[in-house]
């Protein structure tokens, strides 16, 4: 079974500085996406940013990027300039890229994220 | 709709009551998905349709959830003689194809209180 491990329940940033969270996931297959979500207080689901594993270059949204490193199974979110609004929980998420039961999502545990002025 | 909605925003029942939620999926989007949110924030799959049909089943604890997408009616989650560790957030997800281009896009939640 495929697990996603957030080490970091709770990180701090200054606002305007640059932050990364950590995850790392186990998984036999070679083809998947993965993806990270805010959740803030309002508990809605927001998609940050994805990454298709076949893909070598790094996603980026905006201020929002990943380092994708397939071999060592790690999937980071780098934050750049961050704001007040960001202050939130990440998850890291897996899905594998076949269809039928691997269409599901596994979270990791989460990480706290607070901004500070 | 634009967007996955859910009802009711809250719901309390006292242990051994039943509980039921809904879901209307975005209009045109095949796949719904429901996940419980437990309070140490920790998500659980907990099944999956493609229209009315089961899709995937493998998180569903059996024995008192059961669920269903009916044509023209919101989909449903059940609840029968609901215990403490039911209490969570319960997420509703729908997506257009299983393909990943095609996000799941989440409703805002159910919050069960089990007493």
């Known amino acids: 079974a495929q697990t996603v491990t957030q080490s970091q329940p709770e990180m701090s940033v200054q606002e305007a500085e640059t932050v990364t969270l950590s995850c790392t996931y186990d998984t036999s297959e070679s083809d998947y996406y993965l993806f990270w979500y805010k959740q803030p207080p309002s508990r809605q689901m927001i998609l940050v940013i994805r990454?298709?594993?076949?893909?070598?270059q790094n996603a980026t949204e905006n201020r929002f990027s990943v380092n994708f490193q397939k071999a060592a199974k790690s999937f980071s979110l780098k934050i750049s300039d961050s704001q007040l609004g960001d202050a939130a929980m990440y998850f890291c998420a897996y899905k594998a890229a076949n269809t039928g039961t691997a269409s599901k999502l596994t979270f990791g545990t989460g990480t706290r994220l607070q901004v500070t002025l | 709709g634009e967007e996955v909605a859910q009802t009711p925003k809250h719901l309390v029942r006292g242990e051994g009551q039943k509980a039921k939620l809904y879901c209307a999926p975005i209009?045109?989007?095949?796949?719904v998905f429901w996940y419980q949110q437990v309070l140490k924030n920790e998500f659980k799959f907990l099944i999956s349709?493609?229209?009315?049909?089961?899709?995937?089943e493998t998180g569903m604890p059996k024995e008192r959830f059961s669920a269903k997408c009916l044509p023209n009616s919101p989909c449903s989650l059940e609840i029968q003689a609901t215990k403490l560790e039911d209490s969570a957030v319960y997420f509703c997800a729908s997506s257009q194809s299983l393909y990943v281009r095609n996000e799941q896009f989440f409703g805002p939640g159910t919050r069960l209180t089990v007493l």
């Open positions: 349709f493609q229209n009315e049909n089961v899709f995937d």
């Open positions: 209009k045109g989007h095949s796949y």
């Open positions: 990454q298709e594993a076949y893909k070598q």
